[in-house]
């Protein structure tokens, strides 16, 4: 979602070189090799290609694809494996969306995430689940806030299954960012950040991204914190406006 004008590899390079760690989307449409070849370290990419977690069909397409990603994550050196409630299409919207989720339906999707998560254990990986707002970007998506990926993580109680917070969806969503940072902790996999409104870098809407940090080190998250969002003007600035929000401030010389 930076350095755009470049190709996939060049980003990645460009990001290691400035220090950062790399994430990213649909595995299936990158060279998977030449990103290898940057020396960027991965912390995260999609962990499945279709599938759901509602029903049984779904499910299956769903291990079977994240099967197929953990071999595509193993040429990146393991990065986590991102999941949502259901498959999405190009424009991140749900391909079967669900209007009503229902009792049934969760109860699939814990058995669904089970299987994920005996998956992962077998191949020494951690899935995450990510909450996403369904007002503005993911209309008709389950499962899409915090507080139900947290129940279903909190439910299938394993170290590879865990929480992508997605604290730009959060916002939107639910709100009270930093009691909710507090709450999740057990459950964190990996956070992601950008504001609101207009999905850029922090600093640029409004959301105190400085107290959220501050909250995420108070509580001992140690974990990574990705930036997720677009540069509103330049992606050398966005980058460095995400490190500014993140670093400690320096205590004062006595």
């Known amino acids: 979602m930076v350095f755009t004008d470049l190709p996939l590899p060049q980003r990645a390079r460009t990001l290691h070189e400035l220090g950062f760690a ?6 299936t449409r990158a060279d998977l090799t030449a990103l290898a070849a940057t020396g960027a370290r991965f912390t995260s990419m999609t ?9 049984p069909d779904g499910a299956d397409a769903l291990l079977a ?10 040429t990146l050196g393991t990065p986590n494996l991102n999941l949502h409630g259901t498959g999405l299409d190009g424009r991140g919207l749900p391909v079967r969306p669900v209007e009503v989720v ?10 669904t995430l089970h299987r994920i998560a005996e998956l992962g254990e077998r191949h020494g990986v951690v899935f995450t689940l990510e909450n996403l707002n369904t007002a503005v970007d993911h209309p008709g998506t ?6 139900d990926t947290r129940a279903l993580v909190a439910a299938v109680g394993s170290p590879h299954l ?9 916002q939107i ?20 950040v950008a504001d609101v409104p207009g999905r850029c870098e922090p600093g640029t809407g409004e959301v105190h991204y400085p107290a959220v940090a501050a909250a995420l080190r108070e509580a001992g998250y140690r974990g990574t914190v990705a930036l997720e969002a677009w540069a509103r ?20 010389h006595p």
């Open 173 to 192: 969503g639910e709100g009270n960012l930093v009691e909710l940072v507090r709450r999740s902790l057990p459950w964190i996999g990996e956070v992601q």
């Open 102 to 111: 229902t009792g049934a339906m969760w109860l699939a999707a814990e058995r």
């Open 65 to 74: 694809s994240a099967a197929r990603s953990i071999a595509a994550a193993a």
């Open 162 to 170: 865990r929480m992508n917070l997605d604290l730009y969806h959060a």
């Open 47 to 55: 962990g499945y290609v279709d599938g759901e977690l509602v029903d």
């Open 233 to 252: 003007e330049d992606s050398h600035l966005a980058v460095r406006r995400f490190r500014d929000a993140f670093t400690p401030p320096r205590a004062p």
């Open 142 to 147: 389950p499962f899409a806030t915090a507080a």
């Open 22 to 27: 790399v994430e990213v989307w649909d595995w």
